[in-house]
Protein backbone atom coordinates (compact mmCIF):
# COMPACT_ATOMS: atom_id res chain seq x y z
CA UNK A 1 0.00 0.00 0.00
CA UNK A 2 1.04 3.62 -0.79
CA UNK A 3 -0.07 7.00 0.19
CA UNK A 4 0.88 10.55 -1.68
CA UNK A 5 3.57 12.63 1.08
CA UNK A 6 2.05 15.54 1.60
CA UNK A 7 3.92 18.69 0.54
CA UNK A 8 3.33 19.89 4.52
CA UNK A 9 5.30 16.46 5.22
CA UNK A 10 7.70 16.60 2.52
CA UNK A 11 9.13 20.31 3.44
CA UNK A 12 10.40 18.19 6.68
CA UNK A 13 11.41 15.16 5.24
CA UNK A 14 13.53 16.95 2.76
CA UNK A 15 14.79 19.29 5.45
CA UNK A 16 17.77 17.14 6.60
CA UNK A 17 21.36 18.28 6.95
CA UNK A 18 24.24 15.97 8.17
CA UNK A 19 24.84 18.82 11.00
CA UNK A 20 21.19 19.81 11.64
CA UNK A 21 19.06 16.58 11.70
CA UNK A 22 15.13 17.22 11.48
CA UNK A 23 14.49 14.87 14.35
CA UNK A 24 11.90 15.22 17.52
CA UNK A 25 13.03 14.04 20.70
CA UNK A 26 10.93 12.83 23.59
CA UNK A 27 12.06 11.72 26.84
CA UNK A 28 9.73 10.57 29.78
CA UNK A 29 11.33 9.89 33.55
CA UNK A 30 9.82 6.91 34.64
CA UNK A 31 10.10 5.85 38.75
CA UNK A 32 11.03 2.10 38.10
CA UNK A 33 11.98 0.06 35.33
CA UNK A 34 8.89 -1.33 33.47
CA UNK A 35 8.70 -5.07 32.58
CA UNK A 36 10.63 -5.14 28.78
CA UNK A 37 8.11 -7.33 26.85
CA UNK A 38 5.38 -5.15 28.21
CA UNK A 39 7.01 -1.98 26.75
CA UNK A 40 7.65 -3.92 23.28
CA UNK A 41 4.00 -4.62 23.13
CA UNK A 42 2.54 -1.92 24.72
CA UNK A 43 4.30 0.66 22.23
CA UNK A 44 2.93 -2.63 18.87
CA UNK A 45 -0.21 -2.45 20.14
CA UNK A 46 -1.04 1.13 20.99
CA UNK A 47 1.04 3.65 18.41
CA UNK A 48 2.60 0.83 15.81
CA UNK A 49 -0.72 -0.97 14.89
CA UNK A 50 -2.57 2.05 14.91
CA UNK A 51 -0.83 4.61 12.48
CA UNK A 52 0.55 2.98 9.32
CA UNK A 53 2.79 5.32 8.77
CA UNK A 54 5.02 4.20 11.24
CA UNK A 55 5.71 0.97 9.33
CA UNK A 56 6.14 2.43 6.32
CA UNK A 57 9.11 4.45 4.38
CA UNK A 58 9.08 7.19 2.30
CA UNK A 59 9.93 6.76 -1.48
CA UNK A 60 10.83 8.70 -4.25
CA UNK A 61 9.00 7.69 -7.64
CA UNK A 62 9.80 9.97 -10.48
CA UNK A 63 8.90 13.08 -9.54
CA UNK A 64 6.69 12.35 -6.28
CA UNK A 65 7.11 10.88 -2.97
CA UNK A 66 4.92 8.65 -1.22
CA UNK A 67 5.01 5.94 2.06
CA UNK A 68 5.14 2.87 1.37
CA UNK A 69 5.15 -0.39 3.64
CA UNK A 70 8.01 -1.28 4.98
CA UNK A 71 8.43 -5.25 3.53
CA UNK A 72 11.00 -6.07 6.26
CA UNK A 73 9.52 -4.24 9.40
CA UNK A 74 10.73 -5.51 12.43
CA UNK A 75 9.95 -4.19 15.84
CA UNK A 76 13.00 -4.95 17.25
CA UNK A 77 14.41 -2.28 14.72
CA UNK A 78 12.91 0.60 16.16
CA UNK A 79 12.42 -0.35 20.24
CA UNK A 80 15.20 -1.42 22.13
CA UNK A 81 16.98 -1.38 25.16
CA UNK A 82 20.06 0.27 26.17
CA UNK A 83 22.42 -0.51 29.66
CA UNK A 84 24.15 2.05 30.98
CA UNK A 85 27.26 1.25 32.82
CA UNK A 86 26.19 3.95 36.13
CA UNK A 87 23.20 5.87 36.49
CA UNK A 88 24.44 9.33 36.72
CA UNK A 89 22.82 11.91 34.87
CA UNK A 90 26.24 12.82 33.09
CA UNK A 91 26.44 9.45 31.75
CA UNK A 92 22.74 9.72 30.61
CA UNK A 93 23.39 12.95 28.98
CA UNK A 94 26.24 12.08 27.21
CA UNK A 95 24.28 9.27 26.31
CA UNK A 96 21.70 11.09 24.74
CA UNK A 97 23.63 13.85 23.07
CA UNK A 98 24.92 11.08 21.07
CA UNK A 99 21.71 9.87 19.70
CA UNK A 100 21.00 13.47 18.34
CA UNK A 101 23.75 12.96 15.36
CA UNK A 102 21.89 9.41 14.24
CA UNK A 103 20.70 9.53 11.12
CA UNK A 104 17.68 7.07 10.66
CA UNK A 105 18.16 4.48 7.87
CA UNK A 106 15.89 5.85 5.14
CA UNK A 107 15.17 1.91 4.37
CA UNK A 108 13.26 1.11 7.06
CA UNK A 109 10.58 3.62 8.66
CA UNK A 110 11.81 7.00 10.35
CA UNK A 111 11.58 6.54 14.16
CA UNK A 112 12.63 4.63 16.94
CA UNK A 113 11.62 4.54 20.84
CA UNK A 114 14.42 3.33 23.80
CA UNK A 115 13.81 2.11 27.32
CA UNK A 116 17.24 3.55 28.68
CA UNK A 117 18.36 1.96 32.21
CA UNK A 118 21.37 1.92 34.53
CA UNK A 119 22.76 -1.23 36.75
CA UNK A 120 20.66 -0.58 39.51
CA UNK A 121 16.97 -0.45 37.70
CA UNK A 122 15.50 1.39 40.58
CA UNK A 123 14.35 4.22 37.55
CA UNK A 124 14.56 4.21 33.75
CA UNK A 125 14.44 7.08 31.01
CA UNK A 126 12.25 6.42 27.68
CA UNK A 127 13.78 8.37 25.07
CA UNK A 128 11.78 8.50 21.62
CA UNK A 129 13.46 10.08 18.12
CA UNK A 130 10.66 10.67 14.99
CA UNK A 131 11.43 12.17 11.94
CA UNK A 132 9.65 15.30 11.65
CA UNK A 133 8.46 13.96 8.04
CA UNK A 134 6.05 11.96 9.79
CA UNK A 135 4.40 14.66 11.83
CA UNK A 136 4.15 18.16 13.90
CA UNK A 137 5.61 18.41 17.67
CA UNK A 138 2.46 18.40 18.72
CA UNK A 139 1.25 15.68 17.40
CA UNK A 140 3.92 13.34 17.92
CA UNK A 141 3.93 14.24 21.68
CA UNK A 142 0.53 13.03 21.40
CA UNK A 143 1.50 9.81 20.14
CA UNK A 144 4.39 9.71 22.59
CA UNK A 145 1.77 10.38 25.39
CA UNK A 146 -0.46 7.42 23.74
CA UNK A 147 1.58 4.99 25.01
CA UNK A 148 0.79 6.07 28.23
CA UNK A 149 -2.52 4.89 30.39
CA UNK A 150 -4.66 6.69 33.17
CA UNK A 151 -4.89 10.17 31.69
CA UNK A 152 -7.82 10.84 29.69
CA UNK A 153 -8.79 13.90 27.89
CA UNK A 154 -6.29 15.72 30.06
CA UNK A 155 -3.24 14.11 28.04
CA UNK A 156 -3.56 16.08 25.44
CA UNK A 157 -1.69 18.95 24.85
CA UNK A 158 -3.63 22.02 23.77
CA UNK A 159 -3.05 24.40 21.18
CA UNK A 160 -5.10 27.76 19.26
CA UNK A 161 -6.00 27.70 15.91
CA UNK A 162 -5.03 30.83 14.21
CA UNK A 163 -7.13 30.38 11.22
CA UNK A 164 -10.22 32.52 12.25
CA UNK A 165 -13.77 31.57 11.15
CA UNK A 166 -14.17 33.61 7.88
CA UNK A 167 -11.19 35.07 7.85
CA UNK A 168 -8.15 34.22 5.02
CA UNK A 169 -7.64 30.55 4.51
CA UNK A 170 -4.32 30.67 2.31
CA UNK A 171 -1.63 32.50 1.56
CA UNK A 172 -3.45 34.35 -1.63
CA UNK A 173 -6.75 35.14 0.66
CA UNK A 174 -4.05 36.70 2.94
CA UNK A 175 -2.67 39.32 0.27
CA UNK A 176 -5.90 39.65 -1.47
CA UNK A 177 -7.58 40.37 2.42
CA UNK A 178 -4.34 42.80 3.16
CA UNK A 179 -4.35 44.97 0.18
CA UNK A 180 -8.57 45.26 0.57
CA UNK A 181 -8.18 46.37 4.25
CA UNK A 182 -4.80 48.52 4.49
CA UNK A 183 -6.05 51.74 3.33
CA UNK A 184 -8.84 51.59 5.86
CA UNK A 185 -6.16 50.30 8.62
CA UNK A 186 -3.81 52.46 7.81
CA UNK A 187 -5.91 55.36 9.28
CA UNK A 188 -4.96 54.27 12.41
CA UNK A 189 -1.23 55.76 11.98
CA UNK A 190 -2.47 58.88 9.95
CA UNK A 191 -4.44 59.68 12.62
CA UNK A 192 -0.58 59.94 14.52
CA UNK A 193 0.56 61.55 11.77
CA UNK A 194 2.34 64.49 13.97
CA UNK A 195 3.71 61.71 16.22
CA UNK A 196 4.84 59.25 13.31
CA UNK A 197 6.51 61.82 11.22
CA UNK A 198 8.38 63.08 14.73
CA UNK A 199 9.52 59.51 15.26
CA UNK A 200 10.53 57.89 12.07
CA UNK A 201 12.10 61.32 10.32
CA UNK A 202 13.39 63.34 13.82
CA UNK A 203 16.45 61.02 13.79
CA UNK A 204 17.15 61.26 10.24
CA UNK A 205 16.41 65.00 9.56
CA UNK A 206 18.30 66.46 12.48
CA UNK A 207 21.13 64.21 11.42
CA UNK A 208 21.32 66.97 8.78
CA UNK A 209 22.12 69.29 11.30
CA UNK A 210 25.43 69.82 12.27
CA UNK A 211 24.64 71.04 15.47
CA UNK A 212 22.21 68.05 16.24
CA UNK A 213 24.34 65.81 14.67
CA UNK A 214 26.04 63.89 18.06
CA UNK A 215 22.62 64.01 19.42
CA UNK A 216 20.97 62.62 16.56
CA UNK A 217 23.13 60.61 14.07
CA UNK A 218 22.67 57.17 16.05
CA UNK A 219 18.89 57.36 15.82
CA UNK A 220 19.31 58.06 11.97
CA UNK A 221 21.53 55.48 11.49
CA UNK A 222 19.05 52.77 13.25
CA UNK A 223 16.88 53.01 11.06
CA UNK A 224 19.04 52.34 8.27
CA UNK A 225 21.04 49.53 9.96
CA UNK A 226 17.71 47.93 11.08
CA UNK A 227 14.77 48.76 8.87
CA UNK A 228 12.77 46.60 10.95
CA UNK A 229 13.12 49.01 13.47
CA UNK A 230 10.93 51.65 11.03
CA UNK A 231 8.31 49.10 10.73
CA UNK A 232 8.12 49.10 14.86
CA UNK A 233 7.27 53.06 14.50
CA UNK A 234 5.05 52.67 11.99
CA UNK A 235 2.83 50.04 13.43
CA UNK A 236 3.26 51.28 16.96
CA UNK A 237 0.30 53.35 16.95
CA UNK A 238 -2.26 50.41 16.03
CA UNK A 239 -3.30 48.29 18.50
CA UNK A 240 -1.66 45.08 19.29
CA UNK A 241 -4.55 43.22 17.87
CA UNK A 242 -4.86 45.06 15.02
CA UNK A 243 -4.81 42.16 12.24
CA UNK A 244 -3.77 44.19 8.92
CA UNK A 245 -1.19 46.44 10.70
CA UNK A 246 0.24 43.56 12.81
CA UNK A 247 0.53 41.48 8.88
CA UNK A 248 2.36 44.09 7.59
CA UNK A 249 4.41 44.46 10.64
CA UNK A 250 5.22 40.75 10.90
CA UNK A 251 5.61 39.71 7.57
CA UNK A 252 8.21 42.46 7.24
CA UNK A 253 9.79 41.49 9.50
CA UNK A 254 10.40 37.91 8.30
CA UNK A 255 11.83 39.58 4.68
CA UNK A 256 13.60 42.41 6.71
CA UNK A 257 15.02 40.90 9.62
CA UNK A 258 18.89 40.81 9.74
CA UNK A 259 21.18 37.95 9.52
CA UNK A 260 20.95 36.39 13.18
CA UNK A 261 24.14 36.73 15.37
CA UNK A 262 24.50 36.39 18.91
CA UNK A 263 28.88 36.77 18.63
CA UNK A 264 29.67 34.13 20.91
CA UNK A 265 27.52 31.29 18.32
CA UNK A 266 29.16 32.37 15.16
CA UNK A 267 29.96 29.88 12.52
CA UNK A 268 28.28 26.67 11.27
CA UNK A 269 27.01 24.28 13.42
CA UNK A 270 29.04 20.85 13.68
CA UNK A 271 27.53 17.22 13.32
CA UNK A 272 28.04 16.58 17.06
CA UNK A 273 25.49 17.99 19.59
CA UNK A 274 24.74 18.42 23.60
CA UNK A 275 21.50 18.57 25.27
CA UNK A 276 20.41 19.41 28.53
CA UNK A 277 16.94 19.34 30.65
CA UNK A 278 15.81 20.34 33.93
CA UNK A 279 12.62 20.01 35.65
CA UNK A 280 11.05 20.35 38.57
CA UNK A 281 9.61 24.51 38.00
CA UNK A 282 5.84 25.26 39.64
CA UNK A 283 3.49 25.61 37.22
CA UNK A 284 1.42 27.49 40.05
CA UNK A 285 4.27 29.91 40.44
CA UNK A 286 4.30 30.67 37.37
CA UNK A 287 0.61 31.42 37.13
CA UNK A 288 1.15 33.87 40.28
CA UNK A 289 4.02 35.89 38.36
CA UNK A 290 1.34 36.42 35.32
CA UNK A 291 -1.37 37.46 37.33
CA UNK A 292 1.00 39.73 39.16
CA UNK A 293 2.08 41.51 35.98
CA UNK A 294 -0.79 41.21 34.21
CA UNK A 295 0.71 38.52 31.19
CA UNK A 296 0.10 34.96 30.16
CA UNK A 297 1.95 32.00 31.37
CA UNK A 298 3.70 31.77 27.86
CA UNK A 299 4.42 35.49 28.67
CA UNK A 300 6.50 34.94 31.72
CA UNK A 301 8.02 31.37 30.58
CA UNK A 302 9.18 33.42 27.60
CA UNK A 303 10.94 35.94 30.01
CA UNK A 304 12.92 33.43 31.67
CA UNK A 305 14.28 32.45 28.63
CA UNK A 306 15.07 35.71 27.62
CA UNK A 307 17.05 36.14 31.44
CA UNK A 308 18.86 32.60 31.06
CA UNK A 309 20.17 33.44 27.49
CA UNK A 310 20.72 37.56 28.77
CA UNK A 311 23.21 35.58 31.48
CA UNK A 312 24.52 32.79 29.33
CA UNK A 313 26.04 35.87 26.50
CA UNK A 314 26.99 38.52 29.34
CA UNK A 315 29.13 35.44 30.87
CA UNK A 316 30.89 35.07 27.59
CA UNK A 317 31.84 38.09 27.13
CA UNK A 318 29.26 39.36 24.92
CA UNK A 319 28.15 42.81 26.09
CA UNK A 320 26.10 44.24 23.26
CA UNK A 321 22.77 42.08 24.42
CA UNK A 322 20.18 42.69 21.67
CA UNK A 323 17.16 40.85 19.77
CA UNK A 324 17.54 37.96 18.94
CA UNK A 325 15.58 36.03 16.46
CA UNK A 326 13.27 32.87 16.78
CA UNK A 327 11.53 30.26 14.74
CA UNK A 328 8.35 29.19 16.71
CA UNK A 329 6.08 26.76 15.78
CA UNK A 330 2.51 28.09 15.89
CA UNK A 331 -0.67 24.85 15.04
CA UNK A 332 -2.68 26.23 12.35
CA UNK A 333 -5.79 24.05 13.80
CA UNK A 334 -7.17 23.12 17.14
CA UNK A 335 -6.02 19.55 18.56
CA UNK A 336 -8.01 17.31 19.65
CA UNK A 337 -7.99 14.34 21.39
CA UNK A 338 -8.26 12.07 18.21
CA UNK A 339 -5.02 11.95 15.86
CA UNK A 340 -5.51 11.40 12.60
CA UNK A 341 -4.00 8.46 11.59
CA UNK A 342 -1.25 9.66 9.16
CA UNK A 343 -0.08 11.82 11.95
CA UNK A 344 1.05 14.49 9.83
CA UNK A 345 2.59 18.04 10.19
CA UNK A 346 -0.04 21.07 10.68
CA UNK A 347 1.60 24.16 11.59
CA UNK A 348 4.26 26.84 10.69
CA UNK A 349 7.38 28.22 11.99
CA UNK A 350 6.89 31.97 12.34
CA UNK A 351 9.91 34.52 12.98
CA UNK A 352 9.40 35.90 16.90
CA UNK A 353 12.15 38.23 17.89
CA UNK A 354 12.55 37.87 21.58
CA UNK A 355 14.29 40.57 23.77
CA UNK A 356 17.13 40.50 25.89
CA UNK A 357 18.96 42.67 28.08
CA UNK A 358 15.98 43.79 29.97
CA UNK A 359 16.39 43.32 33.63
CA UNK A 360 13.34 44.62 35.06
CA UNK A 361 10.44 41.84 35.25
CA UNK A 362 7.42 44.38 34.48
CA UNK A 363 9.03 45.60 31.52
CA UNK A 364 10.29 42.61 29.83
CA UNK A 365 6.81 40.62 30.48
CA UNK A 366 5.25 43.88 29.33
CA UNK A 367 7.29 43.90 25.74
CA UNK A 368 6.77 40.21 25.35
CA UNK A 369 3.09 40.31 25.39
CA UNK A 370 3.27 42.80 22.92
CA UNK A 371 5.27 41.36 20.65
CA UNK A 372 3.62 37.75 20.78
CA UNK A 373 0.02 39.41 20.49
CA UNK A 374 0.87 41.65 17.32
CA UNK A 375 2.48 37.77 16.24
CA UNK A 376 -0.58 35.84 16.97
CA UNK A 377 -2.98 38.81 15.45
CA UNK A 378 -1.16 38.35 12.25
CA UNK A 379 -1.57 36.69 8.73
CA UNK A 380 2.62 35.23 9.39
CA UNK A 381 1.50 32.09 10.09
CA UNK A 382 -0.79 31.51 7.22
CA UNK A 383 2.14 33.09 4.76
CA UNK A 384 4.87 30.97 6.56
CA UNK A 385 2.97 28.02 5.97
CA UNK A 386 2.61 28.90 1.72
CA UNK A 387 6.64 29.51 2.42
CA UNK A 388 7.08 25.39 3.39
CA UNK A 389 5.37 24.25 0.90
CA UNK A 390 7.07 25.83 -2.06
CA UNK A 391 9.96 24.92 -0.23
CA UNK A 392 8.52 20.76 -0.62
CA UNK A 393 7.47 21.55 -4.15
CA UNK A 394 10.74 23.60 -5.18
CA UNK A 395 13.81 21.77 -6.71
CA UNK A 396 16.70 20.54 -4.48
CA UNK A 397 18.81 23.65 -4.74
CA UNK A 398 16.14 26.40 -4.84
CA UNK A 399 14.59 24.89 -1.61
CA UNK A 400 18.03 24.60 -0.04
CA UNK A 401 18.46 28.29 -0.41
CA UNK A 402 14.92 29.49 0.86
CA UNK A 403 15.74 27.57 3.88
CA UNK A 404 19.41 29.64 4.29
CA UNK A 405 17.49 32.42 3.70
CA UNK A 406 14.64 32.34 6.63
CA UNK A 407 16.74 29.75 9.05
CA UNK A 408 19.71 32.62 8.79
CA UNK A 409 17.18 35.09 10.75
CA UNK A 410 17.11 33.00 13.67
CA UNK A 411 19.61 31.79 15.83
CA UNK A 412 17.28 28.54 16.84
CA UNK A 413 14.00 26.27 17.46
CA UNK A 414 11.92 27.59 20.65
CA UNK A 415 8.92 25.85 21.60
CA UNK A 416 6.63 26.23 24.49
CA UNK A 417 4.28 23.09 24.28
CA UNK A 418 1.56 22.84 27.10
CA UNK A 419 1.61 19.09 27.98
CA UNK A 420 -0.78 17.19 29.98
CA UNK A 421 -2.69 18.44 32.93
CA UNK A 422 -2.68 14.67 35.35
CA UNK A 423 -0.42 12.13 36.12
CA UNK A 424 0.75 9.90 33.48
CA UNK A 425 1.59 5.83 34.03
CA UNK A 426 3.32 3.95 31.69
CA UNK A 427 2.53 0.11 32.54
CA UNK A 428 1.50 1.16 36.04
CA UNK A 429 4.88 3.55 36.64
CA UNK A 430 4.20 6.88 37.41
CA UNK A 431 5.90 9.05 35.05
CA UNK A 432 7.97 11.60 37.01
CA UNK A 433 8.55 14.31 33.88
CA UNK A 434 8.57 15.09 30.81
CA UNK A 435 10.35 16.06 28.57
CA UNK A 436 10.67 17.30 24.69
CA UNK A 437 13.51 18.40 22.17
CA UNK A 438 12.67 20.57 19.12
CA UNK A 439 14.89 20.30 15.99
CA UNK A 440 17.22 23.15 13.90
CA UNK A 441 17.11 23.96 10.44
CA UNK A 442 20.21 25.43 8.48
CA UNK A 443 22.93 26.58 10.43
CA UNK A 444 20.86 27.27 13.40
CA UNK A 445 23.04 26.35 16.75
CA UNK A 446 20.07 25.90 19.82
CA UNK A 447 16.92 24.94 20.09
CA UNK A 448 15.17 25.53 23.25
CA UNK A 449 11.72 23.41 24.18
CA UNK A 450 9.50 24.57 27.15
CA UNK A 451 7.20 21.50 28.17
CA UNK A 452 4.46 21.96 31.17
CA UNK A 453 3.51 18.68 32.81
CA UNK A 454 1.40 17.61 35.64
CA UNK A 455 2.12 21.26 37.32
CA UNK A 456 5.56 21.56 36.74
CA UNK A 457 7.43 22.83 33.78
CA UNK A 458 10.68 20.75 32.41
CA UNK A 459 12.97 22.94 29.99
CA UNK A 460 15.09 20.91 27.28
CA UNK A 461 18.06 22.52 25.17
CA UNK A 462 20.06 20.72 22.45
CA UNK A 463 22.84 22.53 20.42
CA UNK A 464 26.01 22.91 19.13
CA UNK A 465 28.55 21.51 20.88
CA UNK A 466 31.25 23.62 19.92
CA UNK A 467 29.18 26.64 20.41
CA UNK A 468 27.06 25.33 23.27
CA UNK A 469 29.32 22.64 25.28
CA UNK A 470 27.18 23.76 28.77
CA UNK A 471 23.65 23.71 28.08
CA UNK A 472 23.02 23.10 31.47
CA UNK A 473 23.73 26.96 32.80
CA UNK A 474 20.80 27.40 30.16
CA UNK A 475 18.15 24.97 30.92
CA UNK A 476 18.84 25.80 34.78
CA UNK A 477 18.90 29.59 34.40
CA UNK A 478 15.18 29.50 33.33
CA UNK A 479 14.49 28.15 36.70
CA UNK A 480 16.37 30.21 38.55
CA UNK A 481 15.05 33.25 36.99
CA UNK A 482 11.76 31.54 37.92
CA UNK A 483 12.32 31.97 41.32
CA UNK A 484 13.29 35.17 40.66
CA UNK A 485 10.56 36.72 38.77
CA UNK A 486 8.57 35.44 41.74
CA UNK A 487 10.10 37.29 44.21
CA UNK A 488 9.79 40.15 41.91
CA UNK A 489 5.66 39.25 42.02
CA UNK A 490 5.66 39.22 45.72
CA UNK A 491 7.21 42.14 46.37
CA UNK A 492 5.22 43.84 43.26
CA UNK A 493 1.47 42.41 44.80
CA UNK A 494 2.78 43.83 48.50
CA UNK A 495 3.16 47.23 47.12
CA UNK A 496 -0.17 47.19 45.27
CA UNK A 497 -1.56 45.91 48.34
CA UNK A 498 -0.24 48.52 50.52
CA UNK A 499 -2.41 51.72 50.69
CA UNK A 500 0.00 54.84 50.23
CA UNK A 501 0.24 57.46 53.33
CA UNK A 502 -1.56 60.16 52.92
CA UNK A 503 0.82 63.29 53.16
CA UNK A 504 0.62 65.91 55.57
CA UNK A 505 -0.52 68.80 54.29
CA UNK A 506 1.74 71.89 54.93
CA UNK A 507 1.77 75.62 53.99
CA UNK A 508 2.71 75.92 49.87
CA UNK A 509 2.32 72.02 49.54
Not at 86 to 104: A, G, K, R
Not at 107 to 128: N, S
Not at 282 to 300: H, P, Q, R
Request: proline share 6%.
Amino acid sequence: MSTPIAASDLTWLLMDRRNNLMHVHGLLTLEATPDWDFVRTAVFDRVVSKYRVLSQVPVKRGRHWTWEDDVDFSLDRHVFRVDLPDSSYETLQDYISSQFSVPFDRAHPIWDMQLIVGPDEDRAVFLTRFHHGLGDGIRLVQLLLGICEGAGEHATPTAVGLNKDGGPSGPLDVVRHLAETTVKDGLDVLSHGKEVARDVTHGVISALDPLALPRHVETAFEFVKHPVKLLDVLTSYTSDDNEVSNSWREIGRLLLSEKADAEAWSGHPQTAKSVAWSSGIDLSEVKDIAAAFEGTVNDVLMSAVSLALSDYLRERGVQDIHDLGWMMPVSLQPIDGDLPDTLGNHFAVVLFSMPLGIDDPAELIAEIHERTTRLKHSAEPIVAFGVQKVIAEAPKKVARGITDFFSRKTIGQLSNVPGPRAQLRFAGIPVQSVCAFVPTSGDQPIGICVFSYNGSVAVGVSGDSRMIPDPDHISQGVGRHVTRLMAAARTRSAALSTPLSTPTSSQGA
